[in-house]
């Protein structure tokens, strides 16, 4: 391991030289990052994911810097050019673009102006004109190097000015501070397109939109990079000419009194706005993508996770409800586990109407399954339907309340070979609705099921770089499932895929294994099955469950490698693992001193094994807020300005959160209206899933609009 990037890294994320070297070695081992973050607290002085992933990808981004660095400093060499002073600026270099800038001028260069200059000798002249000679004339200088291929004066020292703009544009120092300089104090500018199309007017605010690039917001980045990439806009980033080329000139021109100087000059605006300004403008936009790249999917799965984590509706029979005007409504009822009891068709909507006929499917579905809650995706004449249901539950005989579910992705799953196994004989519609009624049941044990990406929580997902975005999320979802744990007797294969450790061979054995017998009964008997290692059973059995089986521990978070510290934990406080869950075994265990423990167990490990046993099933999502169910409809007629509502929060983005308070559309609540105190975002407050107070501030009828604020109003 590099000691010097060991050092960077915890230097950057503040955190001890041995966490690192630690991590690291864990990693090389072979571990996961869950089972590292979980199991071996002790190891790295209780480090979660998040950091654990920081230091992995920091670490590789450094070896790949420094492998970088080193493929220079012998390309270079190998010209024999290389001297010490370039060796240590080159070692020198935090980022790959400062390396990049010093190769520059030793770089195999394509065909260009200059080169064919240097072709044709002019390379001396050019030399001799840096000197910025003060005797004879430039004619005189330049008449030497006329051949066949450079005719005239004016050619060779036209020849020799290309030569000259590519040394400027060569050289790191001048790259340097030109790229430091534009990006202080440039501007990010747009215009609209001549004869461009945007019917929806989505790029209106950016058809004479100017900022200064350090200010720039990073969605207003990607929104900018969007319209350029669709033809509406054009994007570039403006500096101050005049002052970038002084600068230039007051470090190029050694005297001005030189009857070369003019010459240079030129060379200087040349070499700046054919070579340097175009190179510079492409860097900066780069840089500017990269960190909207990074803040959209940073974003977006901080969004995903708080999905992920919605609280699971637990023993509850729900009506999945797709909404469809021509199609119809498809209705999936299924029960507390999410087996599917009944499927119909109703058509309540435009172009049918058939709302009579409707009400009494529907009111009998309640009736005949005891339907506790209707789950309405969000799509398609979702309110509708909403108005429809609301009306209908008003005579039930039972109280049945409804939420309004989120439908991203339910089709993207619902057309899926994964669904068509699933539910062979269905369509792709009524495989929605079941998709539907079981994100309301356990989103997390659906959601898995689809590609994270067809989620729709975040800003601009479908314009960032589809390798980076994959594997944030794949790491979130991951993080999650982990957290939560999975029950080994009814998670799927789609579940399955992200526990830590755990790999096609392992999980088709585990699904064939359950298929054969039935169930599993205890952890133990998972370590024969085909294709389950010793190695990958350390990392996943802590993150799976056996609920009813042979041994009690199985259905906790505590690592078997723990067993023996757990029991030796419970004996000395009068208990039994039978025990475990009952009131008499909390109370104990809550007046245990974990400081003054005389077992041999570090603290980390006790104290998450006293925490597993206080709750055996303990589930993280039970601590997030529960979904808002409604017994009745809003209208947008219904709202005045003050009016006080309490709302969903649907997504979370750069500047605001979108808010279900039960219109069509979500009400935005803008990043100044969330908060009396200042935040960089809002995410450092709020999450996807949050219940929240919030205060009609404006309304457009005819955009159908709601502004929203989350102060209250005085």
């Known amino acids: 391991m590099n000691e010097r990037i060991i050092k960077e890294i915890a230097g950057t994320l503040a955190i001890k030289e041995k966490q690192v070297t630690t991590v690291l070695q864990l990693l090389s081992e072979g571990n996961t990052i869950p089972f590292i973050a979980r199991y071996r607290k002790e190891a790295t002085g209780a480090l979660n994911e998040e950091v654990i992933r920081q230091i992995n990808e920091v670490y590789e981004y450094q070896e790949n810097l420094l492998k970088r660095k080193e493929d220079v400093l012998r390309l270079i060499e190998e010209k024999g050019l290389l001297t010490e002073e370039l060796k240590e600026a080159i070692l020198k270099c935090e980022k790959l673009v400062e390396v990049e800038d010093l190769y520059r001028p030793y770089k195999e260069k394509k065909k260009t102006k200059a080169t064919e200059a240097i072709k044709n000798g002019l390379e001396p002249l050019a030399k001799k004109m840096m000197s910025f000679p003060t005797t004879g004339s430039l004619e005189a200088m330049a008449k030497p190097y006329l051949t066949e291929n450079v005719k005239t004066i004016e050619e060779a020292i036209q020849g020799a000015k290309y030569i000259i703009a590519e040394w400027i544009s060569d050289n790191a120092y001048y790259r340097k501070e030109l790229r430091r300089r534009l990006s202080m104090h440039g501007m990010l500018t747009s215009k609209k397109k001549k004869n461009a199309v945007d019917e929806k007017k989505t790029y209106e605010m950016y058809y004479d939109y100017s900022e200064p690039v350090r200010k720039v917001k990073p969605h207003r980045v990607l929104a900018l990079n969007r319209g350029e990439k669709e033809d509406v806009l054009s994007v570039s980033i403006d500096g101050d000419d005049e002052e970038l080329l002084s600068f230039l000139k007051s470090k190029i021109v050694k005297n001005p009194d030189s009857f070369v100087t003019k010459e240079i000059e030129d060379a200087i605006v040349d070499s700046y706005k054919r070579l340097i300004f175009p190179s510079i403008e492409r860097e900066i936009r780069a840089d500017l993508k990269e960190t909207g790249e990074e803040v959209a999917i940073d974003n977006f799965a901080k969004n995903v996770e708080s999905l992920l984590l919605t609280p699971p509706m637990k023993e509850k029979t729900v009506l999945g409800y797709d909404p469809a005007f021509r199609t119809g409504c498809k209705l999936a009822v299924l029960d507390p586990t999410g087996k599917v009891l009944d499927i119909q068709v109703i058509y309540p909507t435009e172009p049918h109407n058939k709302i009579e006929e409707s009400k009494k499917i529907v009111l009998d579905l309640i009736d005949r399954y005891h339907i506790d809650i209707i789950a309405i995706g969000n799509g398609t004449a979702s309110r509708e339907s909403e108005a429809f249901i609301a009306s209908v539950i008003k005579e039930a005989k039972r109280k049945v309340e409804y939420v309004i579910v989120s439908e991203a992705g339910a089709s993207v799953y619902s057309a899926s070979p994964l669904a068509i196994e699933e539910f062979p004989t269905l369509t792709v519609e009524k495989r929605s609705a079941i998709s539907i009624g079981r994100r309301l049941q356990d989103a997390l044990s659906e959601l898995v099921k689809i590609d994270p990406k067809s989620i729709g929580v975040g800003l601009y997902q479908h314009d960032v770089q589809g390798k980076k975005l994959d594997e944030s999320l794949h790491f979130i979802v991951s993080k999650v499932v982990n957290q939560v744990g999975v029950n080994v007797n009814t998670a799927s294969s789609s579940l399955l895929q992200y526990v830590s450790g755990l790999n096609k061979k392992a999980i088709e054995a585990i ?79 809550a007046n245990f001193d974990v400081s003054h423990c005389p077992l041999e167990i570090d603290s980390y490990t006790l104290q998450d094994i006293v925490d597993a046993l206080l709750k055996p099933n303990r589930d993280p999502r039970d601590e997030m807020p529960k979904p808002v169910l409604k017994s009745d409809v809003l209208h947008i007629e219904d709202l005045h300005i003050g009016d006080h509502l309490q709302g969903t929060v649907r997504n979370v983005v750069d500047f605001g959160l979108f808010i279900d308070i039960g219109l069509h559309n979500d009400g935005l609540a803008h990043i100044s209206q969330l908060t009396n105190q200042y935040i960089k975002h809002p995410s450092e407050l709020f999450q996807v899933g949050d219940i929240v107070d919030c205060y009609v501030i404006d309304i457009k009828k005819d955009q159908e609009k709601v502004s929203l604020s989350l102060l209250e109003s005085k």
């Open 511 to 589: 699904l064939s294994y359950r298929d054969q017998f039935g169930k599993i009964t205890s952890r133990e008997e998972l370590k024969k099955l085909k294709g389950m290692t010793a190695k990958i059973f350390e990392q996943s059995i802590g993150f799976m469950r056996v609920l009813d089986g042979k041994n009690p521990l199985d259905k906790t978070s505590i690592h078997p490698e723990s067993y023996e510290a757990c029991e030796k934990l419970l004996a000395s406080i009068g208990c039994t693992k039978e025990e475990i869950g009952t009131d008499a075994c909390r109370e104990k265990l």
